[in-house]
């Protein structure tokens, strides 16, 4: 048990060959190393999307794989940490009642277990994924504010996405460290700037202050997570975020936050 509130992470995932990529694997297990340990995991991915407000099998249901034509191997990854069946109360009781539904067919899919697996290899922590009710900014922040109180109980409250997401960047034939698209790394700089400076106003209100958001954000359920992590952190001040991992993936920018 922590004696001061757990940190708030946002990190960026990537498809499931992004674990193949040795720098990216060793960055997350640096960066666990930082970490305190949890009591257990809270996470939230881009790639959930459901509403009313749901959470992942507290039965150990199998992971989701939620992605089509990879190599059979991909499939049979396994990430068997156990599950936090007392967090759907938890959550439902910080958001003043509001019932969290469970869905016990859904597992943790490769927006949670992908990364999670090189940060906490053994798999030994339990771990929760809650869905995103809804894309608006504002109230994904409002949503990791309340889940905030979490944090004294030693719960790490991650966002999982992609600092930049357009799939039309990632050409295989170039090498995956190449030069990143300009408009990539001007919205990584502003969004790195943004962050360093907890400046909440000018990230929840990107689509309009952010340099190109539709061709770095073409859909916005990536940066989505950063809402509810910089929510999360709010509790203790200025959300301001120190960056953890940086650099760019097939021009998509891998930067992730501890805050």
Known sequence: MTTSPMPVLYLSHGAPPLADDTRWTAELAAWSRELPRPRQVLIVSAHWEQAPLTMSSTRGAELTYDFWGFPRRYYEVRYDAPTAPGLAAEVSALLGGVDVHVDQERGLDHGAYVPLKEMFPDADIPV??????????AALFELGRALAPLRDQGTLVVGSGFTTHNLSW??????ASAPPPSVSAEFDDWAR?????????????????????????????????????MGA????????????????WYGMSKRSWTF
């Open 128 to 137: 929760q994924q809650l869905s995103m009710p809804t894309l608006d900014p």
């Open 170 to 175: 990632f050409d295989p034939r170039q090498p």
């Open 193 to 229: 700037e943004a962050v360093e400076g907890g400046d909440v106003d000018t990230l929840l209100d990107f689509a309009h202050r952010a340099p190109a958001p539709g061709l770095a954000h073409p859909t916005t359920e990536h940066l989505a997570p950063l809402f509810v992590a």
């Open 233 to 248: 952190a709010s509790s203790t001040g200025t959300p301001a975020g120190r960056t953890a991992v940086d650099g760019f």
